[in-house]
């Protein structure tokens, strides 16, 4: 047999193990997620056009990347405009929410998360007509003999924003965005050096707005990674300044902007 | 424990205090009573993994045909190469011989490329032209590079800005523009992503070029960009660095920057995720990693580039008869390192034996030890045993540990000597060499 038709056969049944389409008997248990629930509310979500990009096995559950893509026009009549993930097995499941607009472009991203043990991550997404698009993939989380962490935190970067913004794109053509701010995320959940908990404080909103006209807003929960990152797209129709907020649970907030132009 | 009947009571002795722990873990008991098997196993690979594989596999079953395939007649140890770039050991005393394994156990040896395999037809194709038959395959072929992943980095970058992942003629050169760097120059590494070859090997490499500049070029600078926010035995490493190197090395995050996109050979420059340009003097890029090239001829690989195995036998999940050990596999939370591919190895070819008398494998153990060397005085370790647990593999709680912080340099010396003579006990097992320095 052809060894590529091989290798998809198995790719293919390897998602299939996963995601059972929905049908009215056989429902895969992810759903039925209080965490997932609480967002659908009833809801059935549709066939997948999420891709969920996450590695199969992790050897530092710390900081996971983790990649979803919803295929959608993002035109003003029809697009997604809300995303959500979570760890099913995580101490709080949730992890990040997105609300995005048209001006993304392109309803995609990258960040990192954490996650405590092997579970099931979860995206899903919303079309701005309410339908919910939905993907799920197993994770196993190792720590790898070799890989043992410790703390690199340092307190004088904190709230320290990274941008990465091309100076210059093409009408019509999203451009990737990339940012970072220093930041522990205390999740509230671990210990000191003293043993007393250390208390949560996290970063919990991000915006993006171009001119003013908002892009993404994206609230984040305490199981997004230490410094969080984002990688998204903006598919602006004129040059001018994408600003980026992010918001500490204390109403600290850093701001970078960013010029570019577009050339028609 | 049942121990070969072919060692001697002294070689055993021997054997186990210089291979330690993995020599008795990795080495399940096996009854050799019953019929002798028969087949032809052939064996891929001639380093920790195959050279030990061949081995033991006739060791606990003369009447088994082995055969390894291994193109170099002369192996070269990744482990103690960044020794070597340190000046701190020769290149000659990284290599060893098929000697014992062809003259003494009787293994075929033939040292040619493997270049396709036909898992239907249970045939195995060398660059030679020559095709052989098996009745059962493994698998050791450790790592290829993954060109092109990191933008600019292909087989002509690495004559210009060597990996150096591969030991030989890249370990050689790198040495030498380590030798041709003027003092006061910037050795600049590009560390991967997990998973990879060594995960502790990186910073050992700046260790011991550290070393080397050090004694040298004392004015010189090491700038360690690192695609990950942690990395194995950190805060002994950076201890380690800031009491013999003070501020010789630095060591950027992923989260401060430190996550190369592009490299550009030609000018030994590389730029980060957020834009920045570093210079270098040298430029020693360590490249996303996969599988070795034979692993995707025998369809075992899958989409994230390595061998997914079962975790009792390592036969691989897609390909029945196709066993696969060493860096090539996914056997997380075990590392890739020369010392697990040897437990592996043992544990595989208990397996296949048990197999071909039609016996079920015995519960699997393997272990692992890491030492690294800060200066060819300091060194040092993490260990870790590992066994099936709800069928995946999990280091066994409790097993392990890492080198304690803040000691003193009697008990880093110890672990130095205890390093120099791991290898002198692993290159005994696995090939019956001794190094010569």
Request: with cysteine.
């Amino acid at each position: 047999m052809n060894l590529f038709l091989k290798r998809s056969m198995m790719a293919a049944a390897l998602i299939c193990a996963i995601w059972t389409p929905p049908n009215a008997s056989a429902q895969p248990s992810w759903l039925q997620a209080e965490a997932i629930q609480a967002v659908l509310q009833g809801a059935a979500p549709i066939q997948p056009g999420v891709r969920l990009d996450i590695p199969a096995v992790t050897q530092d559950g710390s900081s996971v990347q983790v990649s979803i893509d919803v295929d959608s026009p993002m035109t003003p009549d029809d697009f997604i405009d809300r995303i959500h993930l979570f760890a099913l097995d995580n101490p709080s499941p949730e992890l990040i929410e997105l609300s995005l607009t048209p001006l993304a472009g392109k309803a995609s991203f990258t960040t990192r998360i954490r996650l405590d043990q092997s579970q099931t991550v979860v995206a899903l997404a919303r079309r701005s007509s309410g339908e919910w698009l939905a993907a799920a993939r197993d994770v196993r989380v190792t720590v790898s003999g070799c890989l043992s962490r410790e703390g690199t935190y340092r307190s004088e970067q904190l709230m320290q924003a990274r941008v990465r913004v091309p100076g210059q794109g093409r009408q019509g053509a999203p451009m990737e965005v990339r940012t970072l701010i220093q930041h522990p995320m205390e999740t509230g959940l671990r210990e000191g050096p003293d043993g007393a908990i250390v208390p949560e404080r996290i970063i919990e909103r991000f915006e993006a707005a171009i001119d003013g006209e908002k892009v993404l807003t994206a609230h984040l929960h305490r199981a997004m990674a230490a410094n969080p990152y984002l990688l998204f797209m903006i598919a602006p129709e004129r040059s001018g300044e994408l600003a980026m907020t992010w918001t500490e649970d204390t109403g600290v907030a850093a701001t970078e902007r960013a010029s570019f132009e577009i050339l028609r | 424990m049942t121990m070969n009947r072919n060692l001697t009571r002294r070689e055993s002795l021997k054997w186990m205090g210089l291979a330690g722990l993995g020599a008795m873990t990795g080495f399940p008991s096996l009854s050799l009573g019953g019929d002798a098997p028969s087949g032809h196993i052939v064996v891929v690979g001639g380093g920790f993994g195959g050279a030990t594989a061949a081995k033991y596999l006739k060791r606990l079953a003369p009447s088994l045909d082995v055969t390894l395939i291994e193109p170099e007649r002369r192996y070269i140890t990744c482990p103690f190469t960044n020794l070597y770039l340190g000046g701190v050991r020769s290149f000659e005393s990284l290599w060893h011989t098929f000697d014992e394994l062809r003259d003494e156990l009787g293994v075929t040896v033939i040292h040619d490329w493997a270049k396709d395999v036909d898992v239907e037809g249970r045939r195995i194709q060398l660059s030679g032209g020559e095709s052989l038959s098996w009745d059962r395959l493994i698998l050791s072929p450790g790592i290829d590079i993954r060109w092109g992943d990191l933008e600019g980095y292909d087989e002509a970058a690495a004559e210009l800005a060597p990996h150096a992942w591969k030991p030989g003629a890249q370990s050689r050169l790198l040495r030498r523009q380590l030798e041709e760097m003027e003092d006061g120059g910037t050795f600049v590494l590009v560390a991967p992503d997990n998973p990879f070859r060594c995960p502790p090997g990186p910073y050992e490499r700046v260790s011991m070029v550290a070393n080397y500049l050090k004694n040298h070029k004392p004015k010189s600078k090491i700038l360690l960009l690192d695609a990950k926010d942690g990395f194995s035995k950190q805060g002994l490493f950076m201890q380690g660095w800031e009491r013999h190197y003070g501020d010789m090395i630095e060591w950027v995050s992923r989260s401060n920057d430190g996550l190369v996109m592009r490299v550009d050979a030609d000018h030994l420059e590389v730029e980060t995720e957020f834009g920045t340009i570093h210079k270098a003097d040298v430029l020693n890029v360590v490249p996303p990693q996969k599988a070795g090239f034979i692993a995707d001829r025998a369809s075992v690989t899958d989409a994230s580039g390595w061998v997914p195995v079962k975790p009792r036998t390592f036969e691989s999940q897609l390909v029945a008869g196709v066993y696969v050990i060493g860096d090539a596999t996914q056997a997380a939370p075990m590392p890739k390192s020369g010392f697990v591919a040897n437990t592996q190895a043992k544990v595989t070819a208990s397996a296949i034996i048990a197999d071909l008398r039609g016996l079920p494998p015995v519960d699997p153990s393997w272990a692992n030890t890491c030492y690294s060397l800060i200066t060819p005085d300091w060194a040092i370790s993490i260990a870790g045993v590992y066994e099936v647990y709800d069928e995946l593999i999990r280091e066994v709680p409790g097993s392990g540990g890492i080198s304690p912080m803040d000691v003193g340099s009697v008990f880093r010396k110890q672990e130095a000597e205890n390093a120099r003579a791991w290898y002198a006990g692993i290159a005994h097992d696995v090939w019956g060499t001794r190094s010569l320095s």
